[in-house]
């Protein structure tokens, strides 16, 4: 047995324990006398895990009552049309603050449906920054403003101080920062964000949503499947939901219990970032390619400004156990990402292997 | 370790080999020193996966070079809205045949976007039987029209003779019937399946399309998600997949093949099927709901006839661990899926459960 250390983007890392348990349970769950995996959808048996995976996600989060919580398929590229159809239906505008290549597609999908409004763009440095915005920014009938919380390709992050000053409902990709971070829901409209980060397995996404959004309501066209009033009355079950990946989900969010909740794991993922941001900041061969009051707690974008040296750094890297560390073809370079999975001496291990390479590369 | 015998309509039994092997493997897959749900579906280790999943499908179902193979999310229900976007593009009309609630639903979503003519249908009878139709019927200039091969609910399923005979092209729910009977894939544009019967965990849809159908036009306001070509021009990585399902999808097919593939099970499926139904052609007390010439070989609907005397067996099968084999709401009774993975022994206990109960409460 000899467990990589996975600095993937997502898919990526999940909790040793949650594996075992899932191998475990693997052929009977519990006295059920089969696999969760064949278990109807329609069953008590599974009717109590998605009920529990859901008051997980609430107890976690700190969802108030006003709203629903949803495991819904098809990623955040399927909530980039859901949102629009759903929300954008009184002024048939929005506010969209592009951060990063998720965010401009999601705009770009919102404008085949209703007005957009880019409010504000980091692309002018390749998405090295989190926008400053101020409330005069806004328009005052858009009938939601999107942004994307943390920016998994590019190593940013929103804090309270840049989150937008608008009137409108916000509504925010969480994908790669869920449970890793306190997020304040109540500020929220929407939060969402597919489980392949920090949450579980591909094919599950966490929908968060304040009930008075949700409406029979949807612009003209929505699929059935898009329209959040379907899923909200159904449970999450309006047609068979990815009953393992929820059950796994179920797995992940106990573990985040067990370890404290957000507030002790993002006490973790502070520690992790800054033992490798603070290596970044003094090396003379590697930098982070994002300015320091964005940086993300999740993905940690660096470079070594020579495109060689980065593909020999990732090849050894590779070698050594840190697998999935190259950066995105639009950044280069490298990224860790570092999710709420990936053990404090993943990432103190990682900078010293930086270290050594440094060392023998100068 | 007691398993049971699961006759749910799906998700359902799986092969006991794939759970072990899905477990075995749960925490380190192969050398790559990390559970599949981990790895990033842009790896090497993942695409092999997947395209090994593929390569399955092409050699079990015997589909052509011509048709596009895809795992998508969402399903049924989602490319009920799908289908007519990418097809109902022409002419926007197309022919339905109705023969119970999912070809119903089908309709209906269809209908939101174009012009559905509904040919025929057995809701006259509970859709205890596949309407006869004739080439008179059909619409010449429909741009597809659409079937279930086989109706979950009511267990009923197409043979050869009851096929349309139309010159539109045909789209085919195959959700409960694939890889259990052999179709003919050139007959169809598009065949389709929700993975949670035969084929594996629910959250993935295997979604057959030929090449000609798959063009960049669309009906207008079509998701991006909702787009063939996307898919097909991404080989279902346009967004991460539901990698994890489609892993164990591929361990299915491999049992699959080494079953001897559909000719073997399709063999074994009609010898399960046998027993149940001569079984019930010879009880005094279980009646089967469909038609001989129709009955499906993997759903079978039965009734006492006796609200009560059902409720008791449903409750004494399930102490005896037959479970789920209450029937579908709308039809009443029993239901007793026997998928690909129920072995010919359930179903063999089942009958001797069925004649032992018939005895005791003559």
Redesign the interface.
Known sequence: ????Y?F???????P?EV??K???E???YGS????V?????R?KEYQAIIDNAEALVREIMHVPDNYTVMFL??????Q???IPMNLGIKNKKADYIITGQWAKKAAD?AE??ITVNRVASSADKTFSYIPQTDSSMFDSEADYCYICYNNTIYGTHYTENKIPDTKATLVADISSCVMAEEIDVTKFGILYA?A?KNL?????TLVIVRNDLITEET???T????KYSIHQKNGSM????????IY?LGLVLQWIKDKGGVKELQKINEKKAKILYDFLDSSEMFKGTVVPEDRSLMNVPFVTGNDELDAKFVAEAKAN?F??IKGHRSVGGMRASIYNAMPIEGVEKLVEFMKKFEAENK
């Open positions: 047995m000899s467990r990589v996975n993937s983007a997502g898919p990526s890392m999940l040793l594996l075992e899932a191998a475990a693997m052929t009977e059920s006398g089969q696999s995996m064949e278990m109807s959808h069953s398929q098809g990623g955040a590229s399927s980039f049309a859901a999908e085949r449906y597919g392949q579980g397995p591909a094919g599950v612009l003209d066209g699929p059935t499947m898009f309006y047609n068979t939901p990815p009953t393992y990946g796994v156990g697998i999935n």
